[in-house]
């Protein structure tokens, strides 16, 4: 099964194509030029690279958020469009999961994944690892830093992941001290999308381009207005 798994939720935006879970060529771009510029040729460069057409991909693995309400936007007309001319069937993943499945591992891996939200808030859940998978622990959601740290276990320790540590470095140190493991990994998440969706899409769940729908978590500055007004 060929996959196309698509992340375009933050500015580290990623393309992977997967032959089942098999990696065959990813494209990584942190950069401010905008998902609408950069994500058609990005993919017309994976597929040309590996001599194949939009007609012999499976499926597709999206990232349908939370994250920039704009990015998640782009990549969501996108892959619809490629899915309605094509019929493929669609996996939506999350940003928060496909980042804890990076720190997947040994049994009982606590795993923060922190993006931030902006305005002092973030998106995070807390995930544990069971080796090949990982388990929602405390809900993906927006919070403020204080609120969630909070809610996360004192005397564990608890892998971060996400461009959130950036900002909250000195909070998450000063709440849990060292026994809060800092990741260097990337914050690129296609190739883990994929693999998230390559499970969904091989047990016959995949949804068609009118059935996604995008995992904000909360609403949207025009949404906001006019709940105001």
Avoid at 36 to 42: A, D, E, G, K, V
Avoid at 95 to 119: H, N, Q, V, W, Y
Wanted: glycine share 8%.
């Amino acid at each position: 099964m060929k996959i196309l798994a698509i992340d375009t939720t933050t500015f580290s935006g990623s393309i992977a194509l997967l032959e089942d879970t098999k990696l065959i060529g990813e494209v990584n771009i942190d950069s401010l030029i905008t998902h609408s510029q950069r994500l058609i040729p990005s993919i017309q460069f994976l597929l040309e690279v590996n001599k194949l057409s939009i007609k012999e991909i499976d499926g597709y693995a999206l990232c349908v958020g939370p994250g920039s309400f704009t990015g998640i936007r782009i990549g969501m007309a996108t892959v619809k469009a490629l899915s309605f001319a094509s019929l493929k069937p669609i996996a939506p993943i999350s940003s928060l999961e496909a980042l804890a499945f990076k720190l997947r591992g040994r049994k009982g891996r606590l795993i923060c994944p922190l993006l931030d939200a902006k305005k002092g808030e973030i998106y995070s859940a807390l995930f544990e690892s069971s080796g090949s998978s990982i388990k929602e622990i405390i809900k993906q959601g927006f919070y403020t830093p204080n609120q969630f740290f909070s809610f996360l276990p004192q005397r564990r320790i608890i892998y971060f992941i996400g461009n959130g540590l950036e900002v909250y470095y000195q909070k998450i140190r000063e709440y849990f001290q060292d026994r809060a493991k800092l990741t260097t990994r990337s914050n690129f998440i296609s190739y883990e999308i994929g693999l998230l969706g390559y499970r969904i899409l091989k047990n016959k769940q995949g949804l068609l381009y009118n059935k996604i729908q995008p995992l904000y978590l909360r609403p949207s500055n025009a949404e906001f207005k006019r709940n105001k007004e």
